[in-house]
């Protein structure tokens, strides 16, 4: 009975798709739905999770690391989260480059009924995730220096809310902000804020406007950033095997890039 509990207990690891919970009382605001169940609707590129009152990461751990860990926060309108192609597919190429990637499932605030407040609980959740993997670093394999945070769309608007809201142990030390939309005016960048990676579609115009605020915002603060903007792409392209958009087909490298030129993939 060991062996077998403890080969199960590998696979799970090698796997690199163990579940962590963020609050395991209950997370704070969350009472209310205390036993209500995830929702998972469609599959593939399409596969959408919906319900989340209990917030998680899912570690996806590469078979050789380089230090560095990546907290990914799919989109979806706080509405839903696109976990395959902007969590999944994401943490599955950056495993390839050796970077250990926490799939963030956080609670939303738009969802039919909600009650919880991006700036509030979806923030709580992200902030939580970073703290999470840097208390435990060493155990998977990460730097404490080397976290960073990404996000798409919604989970755009909650990466650059972490990477300008933080006290100690959450700060992350990168931000990648991909097409990010929501309530960017809320965001404020400060000096000590994390250098940052955004990228969009000029033809998905209100995250285009975004980003340029946020960049703006970083320029004034002084920090390090890069951004790019294509002109055709439109809106949630994430990760999809088989892409046919120049962006699709590209934008993981410009993003390799960066952060090879900023020493976090050796």
């Known amino acids: 009975m060991k062996f077998l509990l403890l080969t199960v207990s590998l ?11 963020l609050w395991p009382d209950g997370a704070p605001g969350s009472e209310a739905y205390k036993g209500e169940a995830e929702k998972t609707a469609g599959a593939g590129d399409f596969e959408r ?30 509405r839903h989260l696109a976990v395959e192609h902007e969590g999944k597919n994401v943490a599955q190429y950056f495993n390839k480059l050796g970077v250990a990637v926490f799939v963030l499932k956080y609670r939303l605030a738009r969802a039919e009924g909600s009650t919880y407040k991006v700036e509030e609980h979806a923030l709580a959740d992200a902030q939580r995730a970073i703290e999470i993997v840097r208390q435990r670093s ?10 960073g945070v990404m996000g798409f769309s919604a989970g755009g608007e909650l990466a650059a809310l972490a ?17 990010p939309g929501g309530n960017l005016n809320a965001v404020a960048f400060g000096k000590d804020a994390p250098p940052a990676f955004l990228l ?13 605020s946020l960049y703006q915002s970083l320029k004034r603060a002084g920090v390090p950033a ?7 792409g439109g809106h949630g392209f994430g990760v999809k095997p088989g892409a046919k958009s120049l ?20």
């Open 163 to 179: 990477g300008s809201r933080y006290q100690g142990i959450t700060r992350p030390d990168f931000q990648v902000l991909m097409y």
């Open 200 to 212: 969009v579609a000029d033809d998905d115009p209100t995250p285009t406007v975004g980003v340029m």
């Open 49 to 78: 999770v919906t319900n989340v009152h209990n917030p998680s990461i899912t570690a996806y751990l590469p078979a050789k690391g380089n230090g560095t860990g990546i907290v990914v926060c799919p989109g979806g309108g706080h």
């Open 226 to 232: 890069e951004v790019h903007i294509y002109e055709k």
């Open 138 to 147: 060493s155990e998977w394999g990460v730097a404490s220096g080397r976290i």
């Open 247 to 266: 962006v699709g087909q590209t934008w993981l490298d410009r993003l390799s890039n960066w952060m090879r030129g900023r020493n976090l993939l050796s």
């Open 11 to 21: 696979c799970m690891v090698i796997s690199g798709q163990a579940v962590v919970y």
